[in-house]
């Protein structure tokens, strides 16, 4: 379980938690758009931002929210 | 009288749903946050029936003022119905909302809109069966392409009260039950406002505050009871509530969706989207802004206010119309003061008529144009991710590009958009400047128009000017408004074609709305003129205000009136400037164009920053926009004469 920003730009992650470090109003917006501990992501980019793809959605988050996601590689 | 509720997540399509369904048009744009307010309109087939369009919740409780918007009419309306309006595509996120929603014990239908994007992408889902496991009406819609609508329509008549319950962990239960029974009577049930509550709705609290105070001395709502519940429940999660609700609804949406989908589909790959990756890319990006800037200066500035206005005010006003009205006029008229309130130099048809026709109208509608296009194709929101850094310097995030970005549509709108942002710094520092440095399009045409006779290193210069004023003095703001910064966390939109339609319908509205306001108000203006200069205030103004005009801006002194009339419209002062035509020297034109770009607002967004921000806000906003603007004109002549700008 690693930080959403130490994956490659291309990779299929699972959420697995949030970091301390992540407010509960970031949380809460996160979980809003489905981002959960379970979700499946496509990670698209770390520059200018991090861009993810969860279900048909692009999110684009700063560093200090990406560095907060917890993820792993999703199983094939 | 009862109403029907548009609601649901942004950017799904409630505003082409309720175009279709009422024939009112509203603003319908690619990207989350268009509607800030709640509008209404009676539906088409039964004029009795009024029908709301709500702003988008991600989901509640709502986290911004426009969403929250949506929270009020939840509980405040006499709902006949609620229509979940829900992107298809993103099936999870759209029945995580209807899980609450459902339970609100209001008759309702969900709107699956955006089917022809799921058939793009090869998705495949039973929408019978999720709507056996939701209990209500499902409807799948393609509100652009009218497709399903009036199946929609039906389902509205007959619409009944879901037959859905979603279990929350015992302890919540529990709570819930208690709440319901400490709750006043409502619209909505006691179970979804118990909901709410625990999950710190505001919008919730303040109406439960409001029915308290209402209901003093006759049924009692022991507020303090309730939050000692709320805190008692939250004791019992390490995470906060809010999250525990929403990932019980996500958890039961995962497994709802697993058993409805039959193929979860590809992300799309056409062109489109392709460009939509590169549009946000760390180094594509920039060009591609670049090229952005240069179509719409092309299209905005040489063929709209070169060639259009060339053939409109030269030809046709100038040419064949004046000389006909004002022939007509002498004759007919045999006051010389109303020859000249109709057709001299200030006249209403000579100089009200003449610049909102000739001269702004061929500028706004190859704005509008432009503007429609990059807003329909989803392109607006890609700029928040390039531009993040540089807002980060502001105290801000990406997200306020949007609204600076619809201020240069227009700053009043823009300025209510400003809803969209989460928190009050953010939205004083993003009004105030859109106040200070945002031109809105007449202007902006205008400029662009002007600046075009120049060359194109005037227009730079302009826009380095102003950008260099934009963010020094929102970098300041940044650090004298109180407050903390929010990182940038959103969601951007698909890129898509844009539809001719919805440009040529949004251009034509706009329009309509443009002339409506900016004819009148030109009309005036031009009488006011007429009258100062009738009394002689306007030749004792040129004269007061000739060491400011001309000594620090060394601007002609004719340039007096055009800063005057800028008080009442910032392109009317402008269009006051571009009159003056080879009058002035591009040195003079560019000073002229930067200080009234900085200037006041125009009358309808200062109404609009007292209504959002308060008279006293609004008040020491123009008291610091005025000076500034006359002292970076006057820098900015001093440094051209320096460096030997001819143009």
Redesign the interface.
């Known amino acids: 379980m690693k930080s959403l920003r130490e994956f490659a730009p291309g990779a299929s992650l699972v959420v697995e938690g949030f970091d301390s470090t992540l407010t509960?109003?970031?949380?809460?917006?996160?979980?809003?758009?489905?981002l959960?501990?379970?979700t499946m992501i496509?990670l698209?980019?770390h520059?200018?931002?991090t861009?993810l793809?969860v279900?048909?959605?692009?999110?684009?988050?700063?560093?200090?929210?990406a560095n907060g996601i917890l993820v792993s590689l999703r199983k094939p | 009288m009862t109403s029907i509720a548009l609601v649901g997540q942004p950017n799904v399509g409630k505003s082409v749903i309720f175009h279709r369904l009422t024939g009112r048009y509203v603003n319908v744009s690619n990207y989350p946050g268009t509607t800030v307010e709640v509008t209404r309109g009676a539906l088409r087939d039964r004029p009795g029936q009024m029908l709301l369009d709500t702003p988008g919740v991600?989901?509640l409780?709502a986290?911004s003022e426009d969403e929250q918007a949506t929270a009020h009419i939840l509980l405040n309306e006499q709902l006949k119905t609620l229509v979940q309006v829900g992107?298809a595509?993103?099936?999870?996120?759209t029945v995580?909302l209807a899980l609450l929603l459902a339970e609100a014990g209001v008759p309702m239908v969900l709107a699956l809109n955006m089917m022809d994007?799921v058939r793009a992408?090869g998705m495949t889902f039973d929408t019978g069966r999720l709507a056996t496991e939701l209990g209500l009406s499902v409807v799948p819609t393609v509100a652009t392409g009218n497709e399903g609508i009036a199946a929609l329509s039906s389902a509205m008549d007959v619409a009944k009260v879901p037959v859905f319950r979603l279990a929350y962990a015992n302890d919540i239960e529990a709570t819930v039950d208690d709440l319901v029974g400490m709750l006043p009577k409502a619209h909505l049930s006691g179970r979804v406002i118990a909901l709410l509550y625990l999950a710190g709705d505001k919008a919730t609290e303040t109406w439960l505050a409001s029915q308290a105070e209402k209901q003093a001395g006759s049924q009692n709502i022991d507020l303090s009871a309730l939050a000692a519940r709320r805190e008692l429940l939250q004791e019992k999660f390490t995470?906060?509530l809010?999250?525990v609700l929403?990932?019980a609804r996500?958890?039961a949406a995962?497994a709802i969706v697993q058993r409805v989908m039959k193929n979860a589909?590809q992300?799309g790959n056409a062109l489109v989207q392709r460009i939509g990756?590169w549009s946000?890319?760390?180094w594509y990006?920039w060009p591609i802004v670049a090229l952005v800037l240069y179509a719409v200066y092309a299209f905005v500035g040489q063929f709209g206010a070169g060639v259009l206005v060339g053939l409109l005010e030269n030809d046709l006003f100038k040419g064949i119309i004046n000389p006909w009205f004002q022939q007509l006029v002498t004759t007919w008229v045999p006051f010389v003061w109303l020859q000249q309130l109709l057709v001299g130099p200030y006249g209403l048809w000579t100089m009200g008529m003449t610049y909102a026709i000739a001269l702004i109208l061929p500028i706004v509608t190859t704005f509008f144009i432009a503007f429609g296009i990059l807003e329909d194709s989803g392109y607006f929101a890609r700029l928040?991710?390039?531009s993040?850094?540089a807002f980060k310097m502001l105290g801000l995030?990406?997200r306020a590009i949007l609204p600076m970005v619809l201020g240069l549509g227009c700053v009043t709108m823009a300025t209510l958009t400003t809803r969209i942002l989460?928190t009050p710094r953010e939205r004083l520092i993003v009004t105030f400047l859109l106040a200070l440095a945002i031109p809105c399009s007449a202007q902006l045409g205008v400029v662009m128009g002007m600046l075009a006779s120049y060359g194109m290193g005037a227009f730079l210069i302009w826009l380095g000017t102003v950008i260099f004023i934009l963010f020094t003095v929102g970098w300041l703001s940044g650090k004298l408004v109180k407050g903390k910064r929010?990182?940038?966390?959103?969601?951007?939109p698909?890129m898509r074609l844009p539809m001719l339609s919805n440009v040529a319908k949004k251009t034509w509205s706009r329009l309509k709305w443009y002339l409506m306001e900016v004819i009148p108000l030109f009309l005036i203006g031009a009488a006011l003129m007429f009258v100062l200069d009738l009394i002689g205030f306007l030749p004792w103004l040129v004269k007061a205000g000739e060491p400011l005009v001309t000594g620090w801006l060394g601007l002609p002194k004719e340039a007096s009136a055009a800063l005057l009339m800028g008080f009442l419209r910032r392109d009317f002062g402008a269009t006051g400037l571009f009159a003056l035509g080879s009058s002035l020297s591009p040195e003079q034109g560019l000073v002229g164009l930067v200080t009234l770009t900085i200037f006041v607002p125009c009358i309808a967004s200062t109404m609009m920053i007292i209504k959002e921000q308060g008279l006293k806000t609004a008040v020491i906003m123009t008291g610091i926009i005025i000076p500034l603007a006359f002292l970076i004109g006057g820098l900015m002549h001093r440094a051209l004469l320096l460096v030997g700008f001819t143009g």
């Open positions: 509960p109003e970031a949380r809460g917006h996160l979980s809003a758009w489905g959960m501990p379970g496509e698209l980019s520059q200018p931002v861009r793809m279900e048909h959605a692009e999110l684009a988050l700063e560093d200090t929210i | 991600l989901t409780p986290r992107d595509k993103n099936l999870r996120r995580q994007e992408r995470e906060p809010a999250e929403q990932r996500m958890t995962d589909g992300t990756q946000v890319h760390r990006g928040s991710v390039l993040n850094r995030n990406g989460h929010i990182p940038l966390m959103t969601e951007l698909p």
